[in-house]
């Protein structure tokens, strides 16, 4: 019984070694962790597994593929704070960077039109340039806003966020800060809210 014994002790021992830890599950950026992991209960081995499963997702996180304008094609709710005010107005982005606009609970506008494009695949940059046309008692005009944001994966949730700017003139020349956007990608709506 004393002889079985030992031969079991051996066995465990050898089960637990470091070099063989090491062998098994190299390469690993854990690897001086392990080490210090390992002690007199098989419970190491569960422990290490974690590890290395941490290791393979933060590695699929690290190649994840660039953004790509096919990415971006689909319906999208355009949330706009400017002051005191928030509006909502359904888009729809098609290829080669033609919207669709539309429901809105903000301003109705007589018309619309609009151009977008993923200006830095690497970065996932997104730009968008809106122009609404409106008409009061007087005269008609126009008002053109760009909005400039990443694109963000957070969970199930794919956004772009960042600035409104406000141009001034035809030229484009001047320009005014006019508050933040928050474009969200929402499932498919029914054509008759694309009222442009």
Not at 71 to 98: K, N, Q
Not at 117 to 125: F, I, N, R, T
Request: glycine share 6%.
């Amino acid at each position: 019984p004393q002889h079985s014994s030992a031969a079991s002790t051996r066995s465990s021992m050898r089960l637990l070694n470091p070099a063989v830890l090491c062998a098994l599950f190299a390469p690993c950026a854990h690897t001086a962790l392990l080490r210090s992991f390992v002690v007199h209960s098989r419970a190491t081995v569960s422990v290490i597994g974690r590890l290395r499963a941490c290791d393979a997702s933060t590695e699929v996180e690290q190649t994840r593929l660039p953004p790509t304008e096919a990415d971006l094609i689909g319906y999208w709710e355009l949330e706009e704070a400017e002051d005191e005010c928030t509006a909502h107005t359904l888009l729809r982005l098609l290829p080669a960077g033609a919207i669709e606009f539309g429901k809105t609970d903000g301003p109705v506008p007589t018309g619309a039109s609009g151009s977008w494009a993923l200006v830095d695949p690497l970065e996932g940059k997104v730009a968008l340039r809106v122009t609404r046309r409106f008409e009061d008692c007087r005269f008609p005009y126009e008002v053109v806003r760009l909005y400039e944001g990443f694109l963000e994966d957070d969970g199930p949730v794919r956004s772009v966020q960042g600035p409104i700017e406000i141009l001034q003139s035809d030229e484009g020349k001047s320009k005014i800060d006019a508050g933040f956007f928050a474009l969200t990608l929402v499932p498919d709506f029914p054509e008759d809210d694309m009222i442009f």
